[in-house]
């Protein structure tokens, strides 16, 4: 166990993909000097377990939103309305879209303890394409290289996977996910039937799948506070997909160069610090 808010850290080196391995250090925190507070920022997460899909979660009294295709020129509308309501959720990004553009919206994305997944370079059906391996790498690294942050979850275009593809985000240090409630909203049916979709799907440990980008999601982004609104009326809470499938989050200490994306005060419990 790691305990960050004493003495024991623990190191991770990040930029490793497969059984990365934290080391505990016993250390003292440096005082900061004046005006130079220490800030964390989530530069990654963690998987474990086999090679193989989830579909949701224990099946506790939590749901895992989630959101495809992205980035796109609306996903930063999708993170606003995310924070005004303290709901986390998981962004998984495609590949050849991610440019300059988009570096502010994603250090927000962590800043407000979202989490970036990997949703291939180009959106092909890979257990067809047979290029698995190349499209998960190339879109793991463009996150890394825009935002700081590396992934640890992957979906698959259409949800389509097959062993090799599940291998290929296994050697990467990536989990593969998929889900169990689909409102179908990228076929455009309506705010109120995506409403009604997502709250007759829904059960403990569900992981929803929707849409940042890919078309016009101006109707998906309109039925989410309704949603979550009637999903907290049920009792439920909200969280990333890592932290629903008990995968643990990476912070470095920073000071001078946080960027946007330094959360407020201390990692949670159970977090990795580097040192």
């Known amino acids: 166990m790691c305990i960050v808010a004493a003495v024991l850290v623990c190191e991770l080196p990040v930029g490793g993909v497969a059984h990365a391995h934290a080391r505990l250090a016993s250390t003292r925190e440096s005082t900061p000097k004046a005006g130079e507070g220490v800030r964390y920022r989530p530069v990654g997460c963690v998987a474990h377990g086999g090679a193989i899909a989830h579909t949701h979660g224990p099946r506790r009294k939590v749901v895992a939103l989630s959101f495809d295709d992205g980035p796109s020129p609306l996903t930063l509308q999708f993170v606003r309305m995310l924070r005004a309501r303290r709901v986390p959720a998981t962004f998984?990004?495609?590949?050849?879209?991610?440019?300059?553009r988009y570096r502010k919206t994603l250090r927000e994305q962590l800043r407000d303890g979202d989490a970036l997944g990997d949703h291939s370079w180009s959106h092909p059906d890979l257990a067809v394409s047979g290029n698995a391996y190349s499209q998960l790498q190339g879109t793991k690294r463009a996150i890394r290289a825009l935002s700081g942050y590396t992934p640890c979850v992957f979906r698959p275009p259409y949800g389509a996977y097959d062993r090799s593809v599940l291998q290929a985000a296994k050697s990467l240090g990536l989990a593969t996910i998929t889900w169990d409630v689909d409102p179908r909203?990228?076929?455009?049916?309506?705010?109120?039937?995506?409403e009604a979709r997502v709250l007759s799907q829904v059960r403990p440990g569900s992981i929803v799948l929707s849409h940042d980008g890919g078309g016009p999601r101006g109707e998906t982004l309109a039925a989410y506070p309704h949603i979550i609104e009637a999903l907290r009326r049920?009792?439920?809470?909200?969280?990333?997909v890592p932290q629903l499938l008990g995968y643990r989050t990476i912070y470095r200490r920073c000071r001078l160069q946080c960027g946007e994306a330094a959360i407020d005060g201390r990692p949670p419990p159970g977090s990795i610090v580097e040192g």
Request: overall charge neutral; hydrophobic content about 45%; aromatic content about 16%.
């Open 92 to 100: 998984f990004l495609i590949g050849e879209q991610l440019s300059g």
């Open 185 to 194: 909203d990228w076929a455009l049916p309506g705010v109120g039937a995506i």
């Open 234 to 240: 049920r009792g439920y809470r909200f969280l990333t």
